[in-house]
């Protein structure tokens, strides 16, 4: 059972281009988690999706940045025009219920460091 | 504003050591979970405590929670030097299905 896979695991982008970064769940969890990270610092909550639903956005910016979960295909993290602050990791985490299995865990994904140039 | 507050931020012992780290958060929790991160990798899960709950064991790890000081702690026995990362406490709270991370405790362990 292969857990949850995000790529790219790198990316690069000059200020001003657009990053879109992919996050595949664990086979069966229908819920989706993103977190940012930036270096040296603790994990800040962005979104949480339901397959085809944002159940809460409260952590994402309200310009730039949209998430998706479809009913077919990975979450989507989208980062438009990206600036240098955006810079950091980002994880997905996935479980198989709202807010975790019976265990309340989550299962997160090795991330994606955006670099903006 | 950030939920989980741990304590130390960074502590270095030697192997054959405890290591404690501790948690504060703000507000009426659901449940609190202490996670693992390797430098550059994801986050793991190494065990989760109820509001109902005071202690739990999982081998080396012994979690504590007191509800009415808003805190946990980690004590991580017989510490190696594999142990060495970063350990967050989070947070669920009612209402809310998200968990919110602390900013974490740099342990290294040296051999």
């Known amino acids: 059972n292969a857990g949850v896979m995000q790529n790219p695991r790198h990316l690069v982008r000059r200020r001003g281009q657009e990053a879109r970064l992919r996050c595949s769940p664990m086979k069966g969890h229908s819920h989706v988690y993103w977190y940012r990270q930036l270096p040296e610092e603790g994990l800040k909550f962005m979104v949480y999706l339901q397959k085809e639903n944002i159940i809460d956005e409260s952590g994402m910016p309200k310009e730039r940045f949209s998430a998706e979960f479809p009913k077919e295909g990975p979450s989507i993290l989208r980062i438009q025009q990206v600036v240098r602050g955006d810079s950091a990791a980002y994880f997905c985490?996935?479980?198989?219920?709202?807010?975790?299995?019976?265990?309340?865990?989550?299962?997160f994904g090795e991330g994606s460091r955006l670099t903006v140039l | 504003s950030q939920q989980g507050e741990e304590d130390p931020q960074a502590l270095s012992i030697q192997e054959g050591e405890n290591a404690t780290m501790n948690c504060s958060y703000k507000t009426s929790i659901n449940n609190l979970q202490w996670y693992r991160q390797n430098s550059g990798r994801g986050l793991v899960h190494l065990i989760l405590i109820r509001s109902n709950e005071r202690e739990k064991h999982s081998g080396r790890l012994r979690v504590t929670l007191d509800t009415s000081k808003k805190s946990s702690s980690l004590l991580i026995t017989a510490s190696r030097a594999a142990d060495t990362a970063s350990y967050f406490c989070?947070?669920?709270?009612?209402?809310?299905?998200?968990?919110?991370f602390g900013t974490g405790t740099r342990l290294k362990v040296l051999a």
């Open positions: 989070a947070t669920s709270t009612s209402g809310t299905y998200k968990y919110i």
């Open positions: 985490a996935s479980s198989p219920m709202p807010g975790g299995a019976n265990t309340g865990e989550l299962f």
